[in-house]
């Protein structure tokens, strides 16, 4: 003790403030996560890892470019996007998907939930011009109305792929609005090949006579 000096305090104190200055710092940053982990959508953060793995080997397996949003983005959360296998390692050829659309008619928007993806885009866009009402239950206002406004512009039912265009949205790199051109007598699958989407298809259905050359361009597939 006899050579314990005052600089020697000092030195302590400045240790015991740094230790104490880190205690904090760990103890803050335990309280900030605690809301997360109590909160019901960080269930959700466990098995997230596992769900966008299997999304991007189905997809990459279909030649399709999948692009993620980050988790608990809205539109992370909003995408119903599926496909039928319970971990990454039962991913092959054979696994089906099941695909979350945003239609887009004019400034009406309907977002669909578990669209097959061998399904023609034929029959999937079919619903909207069927002049049948088939009584489907749940069926969202947004997808009524938007089926209401497409039923009174529709002039012949059986002209739709002549009188209608599908264009999906180009929204990676900052295109803006360029779009493809989907071919109606494909499956979902077969237009989304080669394609990158992000998180899930963004259709716009646009009448071939109100398309104006030069305001959106196109790419067909």
Not at 29 to 47: E, G, Q, W
Not at 61 to 70: G, K, Q, V
Not at 92 to 121: P, Q
Not at 176 to 184: N, R, V, Y
Request: with cysteine.
């Amino acid at each position: 003790m006899k050579d314990f000096n005052e600089t020697n305090l000092v030195s302590d104190l400045h240790l015991l403030e740094d230790t104490s200055r880190k205690v904090r710092v760990v103890s803050d940053a335990k309280s900030d996560v605690s809301p997360l982990i109590n909160n019901p959508s960080y269930a959700t953060l466990r098995c997230n890892n596992n769900v966008l793995a299997k999304l991007k080997k189905a997809a990459t397996l279909r030649n399709i470019d999948l692009r993620l949003c980050p988790f608990l983005s809205t539109r992370r959360r909003a995408n119903s996007t599926h496909c039928t296998c319970r971990t990454v390692y039962q991913v092959n050829d054979r696994t089906k998907m099941y695909w979350h659309i945003k239609w887009i008619y004019g400034s009406l928007e309907y977002e669909e939930r578990s669209v097959f993806e061998d399904l023609l885009l034929t029959d999937i866009i079919a619903k909207f011009f069927d002049l049948l009402d088939l009584g489907e239950p749940n069926q969202s206002p947004n997808f009524l109305l938007m089926r209401s406004k497409i039923r009174e512009d529709c002039q012949d039912r059986d002209t739709i792929s002549s009188d209608y265009k599908i264009l999906m949205r180009v929204e990676d790199q900052g295109h803006g609005s360029i779009s493809h051109e989907l071919d109606m007598s494909l499956s979902l699958l077969g237009n989304l090949r080669g394609k990158t989407v992000v998180e899930h298809p963004v259709l716009d259905i646009v009448r071939c006579k109100d398309f104006v050359n030069g305001k959106d361009s196109i790419s067909s597939i």
